[in-house]
Nanobody
Framework: QVQLVESGGGLVQAGGSLRLSCAAS????????MGWFRQAPGKEREFVAA????????YYLDSVKGRFTISRDNAKNTVFLQMNSLKSEDTAIYYC??????????????????WGQGTQVTVSS
């Protein structure tokens, strides 16, 4: 199995940027597809972005396309989420997750196998 620890969250003004990191330990990081999800107060956990094992393909929630970029460094066992042009509606706890399955990149939270503890992102308007 794999352990995941997110970092990089914080308070930022609307229009600003943050870069989230998720460090993995345990089983070989490149064995997993990786995803970022978020959960705002009173709402269900929502898919944000996903990336294949090699990093050659990505998939995004429509509302973050062109603003967020997911990437990974398998040599450093880390996945990133670069968030630009942040909006107040991006405020949430952001989680990274690992997926052992093959096939199309997953957008459903319950299909991911391992989760980090989350990092808070707050965007002030």
């Amino acid at each position: 199995q794999v352990q995941l620890v997110e970092s990089g969250g914080g308070l930022v003004q609307a229009g600003g940027s943050l870069r989230l990191s998720c460090a993995a330990s345990g089983r070989t990081f490149s064995s997993y597809r990786m995803g970022w999800f978020r959960q705002a107060p009173g709402k269900e956990r929502e898919f944000v972005a996903a990336i294949t094992r090699s990093g050659d393909s990505t998939y995004y929630l429509d509302s973050v396309k062109g603003r967020f970029t997911i990437s990974r460094d398998n040599a450093k066992n880390t996945v990133f989420l670069q968030m630009n042009s942040l909006k107040s509606e991006d405020t949430a706890i952001y989680y990274c997750a690992a997926d052992e399955r093959w096939g199309r990149l997953g957008t459903i939270a319950r299909l991911y196998d391992y989760w980090g503890q989350g990092t808070q992102v707050t965007v002030s308007s």
